[in-house]
C-alpha cells in the first residue's frame, strides 16, 4: 500500500470513528443510572409578571409534567405584575403532576404583591437568607388608587385568593390576609418562624434547597401527601425562548418609554422630510412595540395624554409668538406626563428622572429643531419655475425701449424681455413678470435725475 493510500486509509478510519462516537452518544447518555436519576426542572423568574412570563413558567410547568419531573423549581424574584397573569400560573402550579417549589432567591430578593399569591400556591415556598415575601395590596391598572367602593372590592377578592391558597396548603391564613389588607411584608425568619409558618424552609443555595428536600414528605394541593427522593438528581435548566426574551424586555416600563419616544421622534422626522423611510420605519416599528408593551404594563392613560399635549405644545411654540410660554408648557407637560405613564406603586414599574429628563429634553430640542425648519422652509421665497423669476436680477444685452422687445440675461440664461421704459445695454434689470418664455423688466435702480439749470 503506497503512503498516498495509507494515509486516506486512516483519514478514512477517523471519521468512521467519530461517526460511530456520535452515532452512540446519545445511548450512551442513557445509562441505567442516568435513566433512573430523578429530573429537576428549573426556572428563574427575574422581572414582571405579565403575559409573556406567565407563559414561560406555564410552559416550564407542563414541560416537567411530560418529561415525568420528580420536582419543577421557580427561582422566583418579582415586584409583581398583573393579576390574570398571576391566575393563570397558579392554575398550572395547582394542577400540574410533579411537585412545585418556589424559591425566592438570592439573598436580598422578594416575592412582593403578584410574586406573593405565587409563592403562596406552591408545593414547597422556600426562602433563601436575606429575603422577603408580602405587600399583596391590589391597585388599579394604571397604578392610580381605587374608589372606596372598588378598592374594597378588589382587596376582598385578593385576600380571599391568600386565603384559599394558605388554608389548602396549611400555611398561615392570618398573615397572607394582612399582607393583602394591610400591605404587610414578611422575611424569611418571620414567615418560616410563623405559626403555623407562612414558608417552609430557608436554603442559602439551591443544591442546599434539594439537600433539604430530599426525603420530605409534602402534601400536595389535592390532599394527598407524596415523599420526595430527589438524591443524584439532575437539574434540567429552561431559559426563556429569544421570542420571549424579546418580548419581555420590550415589556419593562423603561424599554417602552423609549420605544415610544424613539418612535415619536422617527414619525417627527419623517413627516417634516416626506421620502426619507427609513425614519418612518424605524418610528413606526418602534410605536408598534411600544404599543404591545402598553398593552401588558399598567399604563396611565393621563399621563399618555399629557405626553401628546406637550408635544402638540412644542409644534405651536414655532408657530405661536409665545415668548417661549408654550415651549415651556411643552416640556413641562412631556415631563410631568412621562413619570405618570407608569405610575404604579411598584418601584420597578415606575420611571424615574434619570430617564425622564434627558429623554424629554432631547426630544423636545430635536422637535423643536425640526419643526423650526420646516417652517423656515415653508416662508422661504420659491427659487423655481416662474414664482422663482420674479425680483431676479439680470443685465440688458441689448437696447429695450417700451413696446419694442429685446434680450436680457438673468441666471445665466438669454431671455427675450419687454420694458415699460428705456434701458440702456449692459444696464442692471429686475425681472417683474414671467409669460410663458417672455419676461417683463424695469430698471433695477430708479434712473438719475437729470441736473437743472442755474
Not at 399583596?136 to 388608587?145: E, K, L
Not at 399582607?179 to 418571620?190: I, L, N, Q
Not at 390532599?223 to 424579546?246: C, F, I, K, N, Y
Request: glycine fraction near 10%; charged fraction near 15%.
Amino acid at each position: 500500500m503506497t503512503r498516498r493510500k495509507r494515509r486516506a486509509a486512516g483519514w478514512l478510519g477517523l471519521v468512521a470513528a467519530g461517526l460511530l462516537t456520535a452515532a452512540a452518544a446519545p445511548f450512551a447518555r442513557q445509562t441505567p443510572a442516568a435513566k433512573d436519576a430523578p429530573v429537576i426542572y428549573h426556572a428563574v423568574l427575574d422581572g414582571i409578571i405579565h403575559p409573556v412570563t406567565a407563559e414561560y413558567l406555564i410552559g416550564t410547568v407542563h414541560a416537567a409534567d411530560a418529561a415525568g419531573a420528580a420536582l419543577t423549581v421557580i427561582t422566583l424574584r418579582t415586584p409583581g405584575g398583573l393579576v390574570d397573569s398571576t391566575l393563570e400560573i397558579n392554575q398550572a402550579i395547582l394542577a400540574a403532576k410533579a411537585p412545585v417549589v418556589i424559591y425566592i432567591a438570592p439573598s436580598g430578593s422578594r416575592a412582593a404583591s403578584a410574586g406573593f399569591l405565587i409563592a403562596l400556591a406552591a408545593d414547597v415556598l422556600a426562602m433563601a437568607p436575606g429575603t422577603h415575601i408580602g405587600a399583596a395590596h391590589p391597585v388599579g391598572s394604571g397604578g392610580q388608587a381605587l374608589d372606596e367602593t372598588m378598592a374594597k372590592k378588589a382587596a376582598e377578592d385578593v385576600a380571599a385568593q391568600a386565603r384559599s391558597l394558605a388554608e389548602r396548603r396549611g400555611r398561615n391564613v392570618k398573615l397572607a390576609e394582612e399582607a393583602v389588607f394591610e400591605s404587610k411584608s414578611f422575611t424569611d425568619e418571620e414567615a418560616v418562624n410563623a405559626k403555623p409558618p407562612l414558608a417552609d424552609l430557608i436554603a442559602p443555595s439551591f443544591d442546599a434547597l434539594v439537600g433539604a428536600l430530599d426525603g420530605r414528605t409534602i402534601r400536595r394541593f389535592d390532599g394527598r401527601e407524596e415523599t420526595l427522593h430527589l438524591a443524584g438528581a439532575r437539574v434540567v435548566d429552561v431559559p426563556m425562548s429569544w421570542r420571549q426574551q424579546m418580548l419581555s424586555a420590550i415589556a419593562h416600563p423603561q424599554v417602552a418609554y423609549l420605544l415610544f419616544s424613539l418612535g415619536t421622534l422617527g414619525l417627527t422626522i419623517e413627516l417634516w422630510s416626506p421620502g426619507a423611510i427609513v425614519p418612518g420605519v424605524v418610528g413606526g416599528l418602534c410605536l408598534l412595540l411600544a404599543f404591545f408593551a402598553f398593552q401588558i404594563l399598567p399604563v396611565n392613560y393621563a399621563g399618555l395624554l399629557l405626553i401628546a399635549f406637550g408635544l402638540l405644545l412644542l409644534v405651536l411654540e414655532i408657530k405661536v409668538t409665545s415668548y417661549g410660554l408654550l415651549g415651556v408648557g411643552g416640556v413641562t407637560s412631556l415631563v410631568f406626563g412621562s413619570l405618570m405613564l407608569f405610575a404604579s406603586p411598584m418601584p420597578g414599574m415606575r420611571l424615574d428622572l434619570t430617564i425622564v429628563l434627558p429623554v424629554t429634553l432631547g426630544l423636545s430640542a430635536i422637535i423643536l429643531f425640526l419643526v423650526r425648519l420646516a417652517v423656515q422652509s415653508q416662508r422661504r421665497r420659491a427659487t423655481t419655475g416662474d414664482v422663482g423669476m420674479l425680483d431676479e436680477l439680470g443685465v440688458a444685452r441689448s437696447a429695450l425701449e417700451p413696446g419694442v422687445p429685446g434680450s436680457v440675461a438673468v441666471h445665466g440664461e438669454i431671455w427675450t424681455a419687454t420694458a415699460d421704459e428705456s434701458i440702456a445695454e449692459g444696464e442692471e434689470i429686475r425681472v417683474t413678470a414671467v409669460h410663458g418664455l417672455k419676461l417683463r423688466v424695469r430698471r433695477a435702480r430708479p434712473a438719475a435725475a437729470p441736473q437743472g439749470g442755474e
